[in-house]
């Protein structure tokens, strides 16, 4: 369970408090779900009431989200339904016609290497305490957090949590190194 899933289970016990914890872990992640809506509905509403919704979820004791950041994706899912509501409600949304969509060239994906993805593997295992910490957290959150708000979840201040970020790159890089990958042939 991720810490943002223990915050949000923590609200049946410990109430407002844990909710507002859990409400400042989510928040930027809800308001940059909601780009795509931005000209369209008045995003401070939405975020609001999902967090209202959000709140009425923890006081059904027969509800429970299950998965990896379950709160957070259906926090996110919950903005984005209301958002989508709220823009149809006023007729602000605008879609593109099919003929109208621009063309997108996509490019072939690079082919994997599994020997590499291996030694990768084993070199991140080797990991310990705080880059190990700091790199998991990196990579399960970073795509929808930032670097403060991940920081702040496994209480580090920003610089230090960058500083073990660089150091568990330098250890998996030495480890690779030390496998025989030349990372000069490996990175682009």
Excluded at 48 to 70: H, K, S, V
Aim: charged content about 30%; aromatic content about 4%; some cysteine.
């Amino acid at each position: 369970m991720s810490e943002i899933d223990e915050l949000f289970t923590a609200v049946r016990t410990n109430g407002p408090r844990a909710f507002a914890k859990w409400m400042g872990s989510v928040e930027l992640p809800v308001r940059l779900g909601l780009r795509p809506y931005a000209r369209a509905v008045d995003v401070e509403t939405i975020v609001q009431e999902t967090f209202l919704r959000m709140w009425l979820l923890t006081q059904e004791p027969d509800r429970e989200l299950t998965g990896e950041n379950a709160s957070l994706k259906f926090a996110i899912g919950v903005a984005r339904n209301l958002a989508r509501a709220e823009a149809r409600r006023y007729r602000r949304e605008h879609l593109l016609p099919p003929e109208e969509l621009p063309e997108i060239s996509v490019d072939p994906a690079p082919t994997s290497d599994p020997k590499l993805r291996r030694l990768i593997q084993e070199c991140l295992k080797r990991l310990v305490g705080a880059p190990l910490k700091a790199l998991e957290a990196r990579l399960h959150l970073g795509d929808q957090l930032s670097d403060h708000s991940i920081a702040e979840m496994i209480q580090m201040t920003k610089n230090t949590f960058l500083q073990n970020i660089v150091r568990a790159r330098r250890q998996v890089a030495a480890c690779l190194e030390k496998q025989g990958v030349r990372l000069d042939e490996v990175l682009p």
